[in-house]
């Protein structure tokens, strides 16, 4: 059977250099997608990356923010639309490129879209700046003077293919700052940036030749160099030993924003464990575990459950099984690769050796199963767990005393699901912000961030910006010189 070619990434419409392309190849029931994306020589790069600078200046930076939101909206909804042919290959292809379910790609994209429709992105600017017009022209400052926030000429992405539509984050927000960009795709998932910044310049020919999307293997550092010494942002995703790498490819006087590894967790309170809460409260926590199969920084891989509530802690775990065994039939897990199946293996093994000689570890479910959840009735420090639907549920006493076994894991934690109450939430949120986590939310959320929501505690616009300022003394010096002096 022949294979279904397609071509992905993108080049700016003004760039005429003959740049060499790759193939990237997936294979899905028994069928073969190659996916071609382009991939410029370092000194392509290097001239790419100019041209895009100046693009960018001509006519991207001469944009408002308004008219940016605008285009940005406009994309977005052909990608939420049905029978829109960007949306149509993106549902027909993703679950091939990925190994997803076609139902995972079809929620997932409409519920991380919607994220970027103009009423989000206005909040998302907001959430940076008192006064958007910082980011168009120069503003009175409340302190004398003014000043501008201007945004990279030119931002590179080096982005990750753990989670389909990742790319846009990073990707738009540097276009509400009015960056050019040069984003690198990864091999795992080149379609949906390439659709979108194919969709944006469709809609808008100013961004035409400010945008570029290609790809490379992973590694080559004569091209990380020759894109990142045009750059005044260098945005990277991906595990820490590949950020490391990155690092190293950087120049000192380039801002690097690092995007890595991260652990989140769950945390279910006594007053969520009553005969009717309790399973609403599995079947919430479930969802977060099935999305992308913990592929995000922002899966739970583990969660503390309170003992004192009417449905003990053993029995919740048993309506958390119950709720991913039912889920799994609606959304299959994806096909694992041999690593990620001797992981998962290993982990059961580790687990089930430690259930025969203590009582206080129950392994639910069997081996061949595609869902591992472990319950244990110690309370111990968090750990990653071996992904793709596998969760260790553990007793403690009081979730207040989290807090002290997290803390150990300080620079990787991100995201808490919390199911408390109003007063307990507020205590929580101090202790764990102590100690590291960024961000809290409600169970069935945790894969689903707020438009807006600080990245890793960071800031999505501000981190990206350096303000430029006009002080009171040279506005009244500039008086000395005006043609209505007295």
């Not at 399973?279 to 003992?307: F, I, K, M, N, W």
């Not at 089930?352 to 591992?372: H, R, Y």
């Not at 986590?437 to 981190?463: I, K, S």
């Amino acid at each position: 059977m022949s294979a279904l070619q397609i071509t992905a990434g993108y080049l700016p419409a003004g760039f005429s250099e003959d740049v060499p392309w790759q193939t990237l190849q997936f294979e899905s029931a028994g069928q073969t997608l190659e996916v071609r994306v382009p991939s410029p020589t370092p000194a392509q790069l290097t001239a790419l990356a100019r041209h895009v600078r100046q693009a960018a200046q001509n006519n991207l930076q001469r944009m408002t923010v308004t008219e940016l939101i605008g285009v940005i909206d406009r994309a977005v909804a052909q990608l939420l639309d049905r029978d829109h042919p960007h949306r149509l290959q993106a549902q027909t292809l993703l679950p091939r490129i990925t190994g997803l379910d076609a139902d995972t790609v079809r929620l997932g994209l409409t519920g991380y879209l919607k994220t970027f429709r103009a009423p989000q992105l206005h909040r998302f600017v907001a959430e940076d700046f008192a006064n958007p017009k910082l980011l168009d022209e120069f503003q009175p400052r409340p302190k004398g003077g003014m000043a501008k926030a201007m945004g990279p000429g030119l931002m590179a992405h080096v982005w990750a293919g753990n989670v389909p539509g990742l790319p846009l984050w990073s990707l738009i927000s540097g276009l509400l700052v009015k960056a050019g960009h040069v984003g690198k795709v990864s091999s795992s998932e080149p379609l949906m940036a390439s659709l979108f910044v194919q969709a944006l310049v469709a809609l808008e020919p100013r961004l035409a030749d400010a945008l570029a999307v290609v790809g490379w293997k992973g590694g080559d550092t004569a091209r990380e160099q020759a894109l990142f010494a045009q750059a005044d942002v260098v945005a990277a995703y991906g595990g820490n030993a590949a950020l490391t790498q990155v690092r190293q490819q950087v120049p000192i006087t380039t801002r690097f924003l690092p995007f890595g590894h991260k652990l989140s967790f769950a945390m279910v309170a006594r007053s969520a464990l009553d005969a009717r809460q309790a399973p609403l409260t599995a079947q919430q926590l479930a969802h977060d575990v099935t999305r992308y199969d913990q592929q995000g920084c922002y899966s739970p891989q583990l969660v503390y459950v309170e003992r004192g509530g009417a449905v003990p802690p053993i029995e919740f775990a048993q309506q958390v099984h119950s709720a991913l065994q039912a889920l799994t039939h609606a959304h299959p897990r994806r096909r694992l690769s041999l690593e990620e199946s001797a992981a998962v293996a290993a982990w059961r093994q580790q687990h089930e050796l430690q259930s025969f000689n203590d009582a206080g570890i129950t392994l639910l479910g069997d081996a061949a199963s595609p869902v591992a959840v472990v319950f244990t009735e110690h309370a111990q420090a968090l750990s990653p767990s071996a992904l793709n639907r596998s969760l260790l549920v553990v007793a403690v006493d009081r979730l207040e005393a989290v807090a002290p076994l997290i803390a150990p894991q300080r620079d990787y934690l991100q995201t808490v699901g919390v199911a408390a109450d109003p007063q307990q939430l507020l205590a929580l949120a101090k202790q764990l912000g102590q100690v590291g986590v960024t961000r809290l939310c409600a169970l069935g959320a945790m894969t689903t961030p707020e438009a807006g929501w600080h990245h890793d505690g960071r800031f999505n616009l501000l981190d990206l910006v350096r303000m430029v300022e006009v002080e009171q003394s040279a506005e009244d010096a500039a008086e000395s010189f005006a043609p209505y002096r007295d």
